[in-house]
């Protein structure tokens, strides 16, 4: 590893840590309904909210309850944007005067939102107008992010109270996650980007002439503000086809960098929050050690494997072009490995390269991130109630071993609880393998792939993963947009969502309603390195033995071919 490499990783991890713990602490503060630094602005605001829909905010839910609310939200917010594209050909804001998508794109890209993955089957820029991209795209990336909050506060109540009988209020959760969370800190970010060049405007595209005498279209649009919650709410998806390899969404090193840490500190936030709200900052330490050993270690992989480039190349005297195939120039090897592990171990999707271009285990290493449920920091909200299913897990099989009653935070783990955890690990996996042997099996999912062989198998596989993971980056070399691939997709979009959510909210509830039950000389610690060593041995575990086949027929086969030349 180049010295300016490693230090230019070591710096972002640095930042990162340095903003995540006074964020931590906030978010703590205004989800316990405590003081916190907005109450004069925001306190009247929302007041206005509660009062327009109808809501008491001093009205606690039951899980089923929060639940339905939740499912209805967001049913409602996916009826909206579906129409909005269908109709945008009869909209304002559209000057390129595009027409309204077909129905199975629309619902892709609905659900895609929706679920806070961002999967896009189609070319922003040539696709959707003004309104769309505002009032659908942008508004659902508000919500969608601030839906994953809310249940992993809903999550953290359920571990932490005593004897209750609510997680607290969905639309108190909602609103709060977007008002004193999202909103203010995109509305500084966007005009960070805005200085450094990214544009923002509601021009129609502009013709230019180009050197060499040439014209070229130019798409224009209020980019800034999408791309500030497309990072911070880590969704994903670009105004641009070439998202954020496009230098109106990421110009320069400055915006890299910045995109990168918005990408990274909420999901790095939150187990530190995890640790105020228990009364146990320790607690919050050891999820987030975890989450970081993961990280620095897929990331090593995928750097040494993408600054190696392919050894075939490199025998000839050409290894910066091997190393630098799929790269954009002005970021180099060390931050597009960087921002592709950072994009897949969040569920954001965003890209400033080319993951299709990458080595195969270059390639792998984002691939397997998803496919681990993207918990080494994960989504917002979704990456800490993602971990914590592992947690649980860890927690039950040390009680095996130890032959003892499982018990985290001073409540027993008991049937009930594994069931639900055991959903939320199967599903994903079950909507993964089994799709992509579907589409893999049949000619509607094999003619969409442009290499053949084991590259291809990679393609499926990410796709799936993608979706499931609810991330959006994808292989590139797979051709999406046909009817199989949106219906198909959309399932593993609804699965990966919806079938982690609602085991999440039934845990949230029952552990809500149970004792505490005081430590004893058995209890097991969780907060300490041996802890943190299992929980990352489970994660890696379960993770092996659900993908290695599918990881093996894929990516490792097509490395040895790549190293037999």
């Not at 109630?385 to 985290?408: H, Q, S």
Request: charged share 10%; with cysteine; net charge neutral.
């Amino acid at each position: 590893m180049k010295t300016i490499d490693f230090m230019q990783m070591l710096i972002f991890l640095l930042v990162l840590v340095a903003l995540a713990i006074p964020l931590g602490s906030y978010m703590a503060r205004v989800f316990n309904g405590e003081k916190s630094l907005l109450d004069r602005i925001m306190n009247p605001l929302e007041k206005v909210i509660y009062r327009l829909g109808g809501v008491d905010a001093m009205e606690e839910m039951g899980w089923w309850q929060y639940a339905k609310a939740l499912l209805l939200f967001n049913l409602f917010g996916l009826i909206l944007l579906f129409l909005l594209q269908i109709l945008q050909a009869w909209l304002p804001f559209n000057p390129q005067k595009f027409a309204g998508m077909k129905w199975d794109v629309a619902l892709n890209t609905g659900i895609s939102f929706m679920t806070n993955t961002n999967w896009q089957a189609y070319g922003g820029e040539s696709t959707l107008g003004y309104l769309a991209q505002m009032a659908g795209l942008t508004v659902q990336n508000f919500l969608s992010a601030a839906t994953g909050i809310a249940v992993v506060v809903a999550l953290i109540r359920g571990l932490t109270r005593r004897s209750a009988k609510t997680i607290g209020n969905f639309w108190v959760d909602m609103t709060r996650s977007t008002t004193r969370i999202l909103l203010p800190i995109c509305f500084i970010f966007a005009l960070v980007l805005v200085s450094q060049g990214v544009i923002q405007n509601l021009h129609p595209y502009q013709t230019v002439q180009t050197l060499e005498g040439g014209k070229q279209v130019l798409a224009m649009g209020p980019v800034a503000s999408q791309e500030t919650i497309k990072m911070l709410g880590t969704n994903g998806g670009g105004f641009f086809n070439a998202n954020s390899a496009h230098p109106f969404e990421n110009p320069n090193g400055i915006t890299n960098f910045l995109e990168m840490l918005a990408i990274l500190i909420i999901p790095t936030a939150l187990p530190f929050a995890f640790g105020h709200m228990s009364g146990d900052k320790r607690q919050g330490r050891a999820i987030f050690a975890a989450m970081m050993l993961i990280f620095i270690l897929a990331l090593g992989v995928c750097y040494w494997s993408e600054a190696s480039g392919n050894p075939q190349i490199t025998a000839l005297g050409t290894q910066g072009s091997s190393a630098l195939e799929g790269k954009e120039l002005r970021f180099g090897v060390s931050s597009s490995s960087l921002f592709a592990t950072v994009t897949t171990a969040v569920s954001c999707g965003a890209v400033n390269s080319m993951h299709d271009s990458f080595t195969p285990l270059g390639g792998m290493i984002p691939l397997l991130l998803i496919m681990l449920g993207e918990i080494v920091f994960g989504g917002v909200g979704a990456g800490l109630y993602g971990m914590l299913v592992f947690v649980i897990i860890t927690v039950f099989i040390i009680g095996l071993m130890v032959g003892r009653t499982p018990e985290y935070l001073g409540k027993k783990i008991e049937s009930r609880e594994m069931k639900m955890v055991t959903l939320a690990v199967l599903i994903p996996a079950a909507s993964i393998l089994l799709g992509s042997s579907v589409a893999a099996a049949f000619p509607a999912g094999t003619s969409s792939v442009l290499n053949p062989g084991p590259h291809g198998l990679s393609e499926i596989l990410y796709a799936f993963s993608s979706c499931t993971g609810n991330n959006g980056s994808a292989f590139g070399g797979l051709n999406a947009n046909t009817m199989f691939y949106n219906l198909m997709l959309s399932a593993a979009l609804l699965a990966g969502r919806f079938g982690i959510m609602l085991p999440v909210l039934a845990v949230a509830g029952s552990m809500a309603g149970k004792k505490a039950v005081p430590a004893g000389p058995g209890t097991f610690s969780t907060t300490g390195g041996l802890f943190v060593g299992l929980l990352v041995a489970t994660v890696l575990i379960v993770g092996a033995l659900t993908y290695f086949p599918a990881l093996a027929l894929g990516p490792i086969v097509e490395h040895l071919i790549m190293l037999g030349g």
